[in-house]
């Protein structure tokens, strides 16, 4: 018998009536990967956490959390699942305390990890005292990233989770994100913020319209898409025609211009453009958002089948 995938999904449909906000999307998760959930507003990457959580029923196909069905079987595997939603919702007049408590009584579950992470990310006895109504931003995110990993769940669903975080909290969620990794437990991100994913996830899926894109190693996902290719002209002429080049869509600011070219056409457009009067150039592996972008482009030109 196979290790039990951590997270699971087969053929996964939600349909809103007529609307369909997941289609037919399949996924597997292993065992200690920080995997990152990507696609732009209104993709269904939402909608597909929920499903997840057991927070909505899928129209058809299959869900399996640690092997588990989190619907049928969510007191199953509620003590092993810690979610921080996109738009954290909490009662404001209790205490950050309280918000915890009772949170950890709907996971049912003890909380071994809850003094440490609250340490971490700078939740103090005062701070936890107060009613949650009179919190900042970035300290409700703080106590639901708390809620999301105090009873040291094995699978954690984080959708947007450094919203409103200062950059030094942030580097404290990185090294929880490299922690859980290491320690086995299996962290499913859901961002925007495409540096955060390229700096700390293995694998990313995309999604676009509940529709599967691709499933991609961040580091091949870069390697296969373009590189971009700087130079500068000391003329003081500005843009210029670029010849053959022109075709990558060159993109000015004075005398610098920037062109994202696909790895097999880098040699020929170096070999094209240095032969102009060029001061200063550099070629650079595209990051994440590039690669993101350019798999959004083309999946949108394409027919849909």
């Not at 699942?81 to 009662?91: K, M, N, V």
């Not at 859980?180 to 499913?188: D, E, K, N, P, Q």
């Amino acid at each position: 018998m196979g290790v039990v995938p951590a997270i699971e999904l087969t053929g996964l449909t939600k349909r809103y009536g007529p609307v369909v906000g997941v289609d037919r999307l399949s996924l597997t998760v292993g065992s200690g990967e920080v995997f990152g959930f990507l696609g732009p507003n209104g993709a269904g990457k939402t909608t597909t956490l929920r499903c997840l959580t057991g927070l909505l029923r899928p129209s058809e196909g299959r869900v399996r959390v640690l092997g588990l069905d989190p619907d049928a079987d969510h007191r199953r595997v509620a003590p092993h699942l810690g979610y921080l939603p996109g738009e954290l919702r909490l009662y404001p007049e209790l205490s950050g305390a309280e918000t915890l408590d009772l949170l950890a009584a709907l996971q049912g579950a003890p909380v071994p990890r809850r003094g440490e992470l609250c340490d971490r990310l700078g939740l103090t006895p005062p701070i936890l005292a107060r009613p949650v109504g009179g919190y900042s931003r970035g300290m409700k995110q703080k106590l639901g990233l708390v809620q999301s990993m105090q009873h040291d769940p094995q699978v954690v669903v984080l959708d947007e989770p450094t919203e409103g975080l200062d950059p030094l909290v942030q580097e404290t969620f990185f090294a929880l994100l490299d922690e859980a990794s290491a320690a086995g437990r299996t962290v499913l991100l859901s961002s925007h913020v495409l540096p955060e994913v390229q700096r700390t996830c293995g694998r990313v899926a995309i999604i676009r319209d509940g529709r599967l894109v691709t499933v991609e190693s961040v580091a091949g996902l870069r390697e296969a898409r373009a590189r971009r290719i700087r130079l500068s002209f000391a003329d003081g002429q500005g843009a210029r025609a670029l010849g053959d080049a022109e075709r990558w869509a060159p993109r000015w600011q004075g005398d610098r211009v920037e062109l994202l070219v696909p790895p097999s056409e880098v040699v020929g457009a170096l070999r094209t453009l240095l032969g102009l009067a060029v001061a200063d150039v550099t070629v650079e592996e595209a990051g994440l958002d590039e690669a993101f972008m350019d798999l959004y482009r083309d999946g949108a030109g394409r027919e849909e089948p």
